[in-house]
């Protein structure tokens, strides 16, 4: 009887030692082929951020310049996400950007592979003026391609010429140049490609002001409310008229976006021009960016105030999902197969901005959730 307890005491030990060898070994493997979460980065700017825009897995922005600030010159900067480098891209010029009185700063930027472009805008009581910078990202020097002028009343009517509509992607640059007369009037205007000079593309009002690109289409948003779109090489391929009046449009391979002033996302093909699905957003939607099937907009909080909300909605199912609560302000919100990107200003005396970025595996997850 002593003989079989004591056998079967050996044995249970001997199973135990198996189990815990076993248990060792697992953690081992686990060990040797982590399971890595997709994380968001975040990072910090010395100001505040007046500008974003995004291509691939780049994203550029523009910090203010302030005199009370660690930064005293308003600079452009581009991060390369994958590679966590950050370089400046904008000089001496761009420095007194925001030094104007009436001035908007760095008030557009678009980027396209290698290639980064932003207008400044700068004046007076009487007088406006815009430049285009355009500037190589692995070899960073500003110049300036064009520039516009304008007289009269900045709280009136401004004669002359304008710069404005800057859009980016792949290896394609827009922009659009126009004048008005001394009623105010556009007298002429043409959509511009953007290289080693401008280069005309398209003529006429209708092609005023390019909103987006997905580098083979320019969606222009019209003043009677209709959406044009163009080749990249300035040929009108469509007019679409939304259900009810734009506010901001994307563009995006099969797909048009359209946020619209009855709180709605239109969507629409972007091939025949015809309307798919129509979704309800938040009320006081802004900053829409399409890609990889899906839409993102910013938008304030129920009980209203800043913009402080990033939404993803899948344009197909209309499901959205909250991606981000910010602090106030939401500067913007940019969307591209790698991910997603977004900025925000804290409101309070010295506290810098953050630019950040959220991969595409997060965003499906996300969506997934219930």
């Known amino acids: ?84 480098v950050t370089r400046r891209v904008s000089g001496r010029q761009t420095c007194g950007a925001d030094n104007s009185s009436t001035g908007a700063g760095v008030r557009e930027l678009a980027l396209a592979g290698g290639r980064v472009a932003w207008i400044v805008n700068q004046g007076g009581n009487s007088e406006s003026g815009d430049h285009l910078y355009v ?91 209709s959406i044009g779109l163009y080749s990249t090489r300035g040929v009108l391929l469509r007019t679409v008229m939304p259900g009810h009046g734009a506010t901001e449009i994307a563009v995006r391979g099969d797909y048009l976006a359209v946020l619209t002033t009855a709180d709605t996302l239109e969507v629409y093909n972007s091939h025949s021009g015809r309307r798919l699905k129509t979704w309800r957003v938040a009320h006081g939607a802004r900053s829409l960016d399409v890609s990889s099937g899906l839409a993102t907009y910013a938008a304030p909080l129920p009980n209203g105030g800043y913009a402080r909300v990033v939404h993803v909605r899948r344009l197909k199912s209309g499901r959205d999902r909250v991606l981000a609560t910010t602090p106030p302000e939401l500067v913007g919100v940019r969307l591209e197969p790698a991910g997603l990107a977004y900025a925000f200003n804290r409101i309070a005396p010295g506290r810098p901005g953050a630019v950040v970025f959220v991969p595409m595996n997060r965003i499906v997850r996300a969506l997934r959730a219930r």
């Not at 081992?28 to 500008?51: F, I």
């Not at 320019?218 to 409310?225: I, K």
Request: net charge positive.
């Open 135 to 225: 500037s190589s990202v692995a070899g960073p020097h500003e110049r300036v391609l064009a520039s516009a002028f304008r007289t009269g009343s900045v709280d009136g009517i401004l004669t002359g010429n304008w710069l404005g509509g800057l859009v980016g992607s792949q290896s394609f640059l827009g922009v659009d140049h126009w004048a008005t007369d001394t009623n105010g009037a556009v007298s002429r205007a043409r959509l511009q490609s953007v290289g080693a000079r401008l280069g005309d593309l398209a003529e006429g009002t209708g092609t005023m002001l390019a909103k987006s690109t997905d580098g083979r289409l320019v969606a222009v948003l019209r003043d009677d409310g």
């Open 1 to 84: 009887m002593r003989q079989t307890f004591s056998s079967a005491r050996t044995a249970a030990l001997a199973v135990i030692a198996l189990f815990v060898l076993f248990l060792v070994a697992l953690e081992g493997a686990a060990a040797a082929k982590p399971t890595v979460k997709p994380t968001s980065l975040q990072k910090r700017t010395p100001g505040l951020v007046e500008s974003l825009a995004m291509d691939g897995s780049r994203i550029a922005y523009d910090v203010a310049g302030n005199y009370s600030s660690r930064t005293r010159c308003n600079e452009v900067y581009v991060w390369n996400v994958p590679r966590n």
